[in-house]
């Protein structure tokens, strides 16, 4: 696998130019071993270091860049790669505009959302969970935030000189993503047109579709040329044991990660 891109991984189709790079992993190509196994890229999460190091090194030298990892908190905070050296970024999305940086987002059921500009002067990626994709009390979550810092960076603060692209990649699907009222509210405060994105499902719960509600987000920002996940079977985390790592359905276990660069 190393010096190239694993054949389970997933390589977004999607019409960007050939200058940005972009890759999904899944558990496919490393040393760890269960229930990590076998590339687990996230080291918080009790796995070996040492096979966590053996496995961001075959990462790395997959994509042909340097994946940044952040330490994510769930939050909306967008930080500009590469940032100061030997710093750790504590962010939940990220924007660069210099080659060979990836842009990379480490998930387990969350939404990794990837980002690039039609002329490929800038990357950007964001990790979606609701909580970060809700946001604050304003309702401004880490969707508003990564296109508002890709735009500044490309120098488009009016939105007329650049059109983004979004992919989406796995994550937890709308037949497995479980909620409280909470949740839904949540949503809703800023969108009533987001309560299609939830199915009752049990007294007091719901089913949410995290894919659309980041649709829904994207849509509003007039970032309409989405690809990826559409909230089918084959996106959902949580139904692909072999293929993905999945918080809820194991409790422990890996990452997996989704990047993006320029070259």
């Known amino acids: 696998m190393a010096n190239g891109i694993h054949s389970d991984w997933l390589v977004p189709d999607w019409p960007v130019p050939t200058s940005v790079r972009a890759v999904c992993s ?47 908190i769930h939050g909306w905070d967008v930080a500009s790669l590469p940032g100061r050296a030997g710093e750790e970024t504590v962010a939940d999305a990220c924007v660069a505009t210099a080659p060979g940086v990836a842009c990379t ?10 980002f690039a500009d039609e002329q490929g002067r800038a990357v950007a990626a964001a990790h979606a969970g609701w909580r970060g994709l809700a946001g604050g009390p304003d309702g401004v979550g880490v969707i508003e935030r990564t296109v508002a810092t890709l735009r500044t960076a490309l120098n488009d603060a009016d939105h007329k000189t650049s059109r983004l692209f ?19 509210t949540a949503f809703e405060a ?27 987000r994207l849509q509003a920002l007039n970032v309409t040329q989405v690809f990826g ?5 084959a996106w959902c985390t949580v139904g692909q044991p072999s293929r993905f790592f999945s918080h809820r359905r194991d409790r422990v276990g890996g990452r997996f ?3 993006v660069w320029r070259v």
């Not at 040393?31 to 090194?57: I, K, M």
């Not at 987002?105 to 990837?114: F, G, Q, R, T």
């Open 26 to 72: 899944t558990r496919a190509g490393g040393v760890s071993l269960p229930p990590y196994g076998s590339l687990n890229l996230g080291d918080h999460v009790n796995d070996e270091p040492a096979a966590v190091a053996v496995n961001r090194r075959r990462f790395s030298e997959a994509l042909g860049a340097k994946p940044v990892f952040m330490r994510q």
């Open 105 to 114: 987002i480490m998930v387990a059921d969350c939404l990794p959302v990837l």
């Open 166 to 184: 979004a992919w989406l990649g796995p994550c937890i699907g709308p037949d497995a993503f479980e909620v409280g009222p909470e949740v839904k």
């Open 190 to 216: 800023q969108d009533a047109g987001a309560a299609a994105c939830f199915k009752p499902h049990s007294e007091g719960k719901w089913l949410a579709d995290l894919q659309a509600l980041a649709r829904r």
């Open 229 to 233: 996940n559409d909230g089918s079977a």
């Open 257 to 259: 990660a989704a990047a």
